[in-house]
């Protein structure tokens, strides 16, 4: 506008404009050529969350996600394919892809450091997940100090990670595991048929760790503060755990939901790996009701990382919301 003011002609001063603004604007070009030439370094994947619980500290440890087609027929088999479709486009999710995270949690309690469930482990490590190891030691943690672990099945992805090398991978553990879930893998009619893999699992993984077991039933102590919650159904022996201090309470719901949209908005749908589905989805419903109504914090094993949210009672049915900064007060 001054040069305009003193004189100089308009095709002059829009000459000096255009001039000024490619002087001015050459090094912002180089600039941006320059940081374009950034390498591309990947999605990232976080290895851990930890949080306060009262006394206790929680570990939520990323041993991965598998990714598979789905989630139709794997969730709500006996559904039409397009009502899950429908489900999914509903809750911008895809239709033909399904994401299986998985959330082993270390809590501390100040005297013990207590692993529940081992991640997919060695058998299936690679393909983004079997990561357990790797996350605990970005976490702080080494194997050795493991004092307790705990199964909530015996799915491979929960047993996966018990030996490492033919050898127990948490070598200064003891073991505590539902007494009605280790009866029935161990169990000599679960070693043809369609059970077949999972027993001859249970004898290379869990079986030889025995001597080192305390076998639990419904409301029995694991250590101080965690006791058993009996949830079967999706597998006959599958259990729970309430964890509390100082007032503060969490669940660890374990398999009770696989899918955080499928499992709470349709918890009648079913899931592919669910024992017993009548009962899975029965105990899918009252201990998402428990939590619902006691508006208590829970860790899913299946839910996306970090895995810890609370269940929303709507209609008929449950929603799943993600904590957010519940634990940071
Ligand atoms: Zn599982």
Do not use: C
């Amino acid at each position: 506008m001054k040069m305009l003011e003193t004189g100089t002609t308009r095709r002059t001063a829009l000459k000096s404009l255009a001039f000024g603004a490619a002087v001015l604007s050459t090094p912002m070009i180089m600039n941006r050529a320059a940081h374009g030439k950034a390498d591309f370094l990947g999605a990232s994947v976080t290895d851990f969350h930890r949080f306060k619980l009262g006394g206790f500290e929680l570990t939520v440890l990323n041993d991965g996600i598998m990714v598979t087609d789905g989630p139709h027929p794997l969730f709500g088999g006996k559904q039409p394919s397009e009502s899950v479709a429908e489900l999914m486009r509903q809750n911008n999710l895809s239709t033909e892809k399904v994401a299986l995270p998985f959330s082993p949690v270390i809590l501390n309690t100040g005297t013990e450091l207590v692993l529940f469930d081992t991640g997919n482990g060695e058998s299936r490590r690679g393909g983004g997940v079997g990561r357990l190891g790797d996350a605990m030691q970005t976490a702080g943690y080494t194997p050795e100090q493991i004092d307790v672990v705990v199964i909530t099945h015996m799915h491979p992805d929960h047993i996966g990670g018990l030996m490492e090398g033919g050898a127990p991978a948490f070598p200064n553990a003891r073991y505590v595991i539902g007494e009605a879930e280790y009866a029935f893998w161990t169990d000599d009619a679960r070693a043809s048929g369609p059970t077949e893999g999972l027993y001859k699992m249970g004898q290379s993984l869990v079986v030889p760790l025995a001597e080192k077991m305390t076998f639990l039933k419904d409301g029995t102590d694991v250590v101080s503060g965690v006791a058993a919650l009996e949830a079967f159904g999706h597998t006959p022996g599958h259990l729970g755990y309430r964890i509390e201090s100082e007032g503060r309470q969490l669940v660890l719901t374990g398999d009770v939901a696989n899918h955080y949209v499928i499992g709470f908005q349709k918890p009648d749908w079913g899931f592919g790996f669910d024992a017993d589905k009548a009962l899975a989805s029965a105990t899918r419903r009252s201990v998402l009701g428990m939590l619902a109504a006691d508006r208590l914090p829970f860790v899913g094993y299946h839910m996306p990382f970090p895995s810890v949210g609370y269940v929303e009672p709507i209609n008929d049915a449950f929603r799943y919301v993600a904590e957010s900064y519940q634990f940071d007060l």
